[in-house]
């Protein structure tokens, strides 16, 4: 039964991709959709798996250590058994705000960070990178909505820091991030991912991003919609994945 109703949002929110994209005249082949599991059980997560989701992020660094070690374990485990289809490794996303001192543990997992808002986080993750000999992709998250008190570079600011973030051997900017605030009202998020796209075509145009530069993060189970009208190439989702699915109490997050 949860099988069978994650299947069904997992198709329904891509439909609803595909259809953004078509009003935005894109190909839905350039957005990614990173399932942020949040409170999903661990049952669920070994589903989202093998369903075939190839994206999955997480918010807090204890459960993105938890998370991406069991599903790591999980398929060694059925890699040997000659029964069990194979699945690839999921890439791994962090899209909550991450503190310098748990660079380190999400490392060894960790495909992308979304949430780089400060040089001093960027040089921890350059420090903790170097150790581990490995480039970290990373993206800048932009306070586009310029909300007191939320997390994210302001917008005066974003493009000095990029090219600081591009300074550093083991760091690799891709892109930019940015999260609209909760609303009814459509034109809100609009006006805050059309921001961010004026700041990640300035990046861009300045030619500090270099080839690997082609990332926005933009948008959420409420509003992705308008994150792809606006050019996201990446959209965090998670409410609307679990539908009718029992989950423990969520807390706000980067979903």
Same mark, same amino acid.
């Given at each position: 039964m949860m099988k069978r109703k994650l299947a069904e949002n997992w198709k329904r929110v891509e439909q609803r991709i595909n259809d953004a994209c078509d009003r935005a005249g894109r190909k839905a082949s350039s957005v990614t959709l990173v399932a942020v599991t949040k409170y999903a059980s661990l049952d669920i997560l070994r589903a989202l798996v093998e369903l075939g989701v190839p994206h999955l992020g997480? +918010?807090?660094?204890?459960?993105?250590?938890?998370?991406?070690g069991f599903i790591n374990e999980w398929l060694i485990r059925r890699a040997r058994d000659p029964q069990a289809?194979?699945?690839?490794?999921?890439?791994?996303?962090?899209? %909550?705000? $991450?503190?310098?001192?748990?660079v380190k543990s999400i490392l060894p997992w960790v495909d992308l960070i979304h949430s780089v808002d400060s040089l001093r986080l960027a040089e921890e993750i350059d420090a903790q990178s170097e150790r581990l000999d490995r480039v970290t992709p990373v993206l800048l998250q932009v306070n586009a909505a310029d909300e007191p008190g939320k997390n994210g570079v302001a917008v005066a600011a974003t493009t000095h820091l990029a090219e600081q973030i591009c300074?550093?051997?083991?760091?690799? $900017?891709? %892109? =930019?991030?940015?999260?609209?605030? $909760? +609303?009814d009202d459509p034109e809100k998020p609009r006006y805050v991912f059309g921001r961010a796209r004026e700041l990640f075509d300035e990046v861009i145009g300045d030619r500090m991003g270099g080839p690997a530069f082609q990332e926005l993060s933009m948008g959420m189970s409420n509003d992705f919609e308008q994150g792809i009208e606006a050019g996201a190439t990446l959209v965090r989702v %998670? +409410?609307? =994945?679990?539908? %009718?699915?029992? $989950?423990?109490?969520?807390?706000?997050?980067?979903?």
């Amino acid at each position: 039964m949860m099988k069978r109703k994650l299947a069904e949002n997992w198709k329904r929110v891509e439909q609803r991709i595909n259809d953004a994209c078509d009003r935005a005249g894109r190909k839905a082949s350039s957005v990614t959709l990173v399932a942020v599991t949040k409170y999903a059980s661990l049952d669920i997560l070994r589903a989202l798996v093998e369903l075939g989701v190839p994206h999955l992020g997480e +918010s807090r660094v204890q459960e993105f250590t938890k998370r991406a070690g069991f599903i790591n374990e999980w398929l060694i485990r059925r890699a040997r058994d000659p029964q069990a289809t194979a699945r690839p490794r999921p890439k791994w996303h962090m899209v %909550g705000h $991450l503190q310098r001192n748990k660079v380190k543990s999400i490392l060894p997992w960790v495909d992308l960070i979304h949430s780089v808002d400060s040089l001093r986080l960027a040089e921890e993750i350059d420090a903790q990178s170097e150790r581990l000999d490995r480039v970290t992709p990373v993206l800048l998250q932009v306070n586009a909505a310029d909300e007191p008190g939320k997390n994210g570079v302001a917008v005066a600011a974003t493009t000095h820091l990029a090219e600081q973030i591009c300074s550093l051997d083991h760091v690799e $900017l891709r %892109g =930019l991030m940015t999260m609209a605030p $909760l +609303s009814d009202d459509p034109e809100k998020p609009r006006y805050v991912f059309g921001r961010a796209r004026e700041l990640f075509d300035e990046v861009i145009g300045d030619r500090m991003g270099g080839p690997a530069f082609q990332e926005l993060s933009m948008g959420m189970s409420n509003d992705f919609e308008q994150g792809i009208e606006a050019g996201a190439t990446l959209v965090r989702v %998670g +409410s609307a =994945l679990f539908e %009718g699915i029992e $989950l423990a109490p969520q807390p706000i997050s980067a979903e």
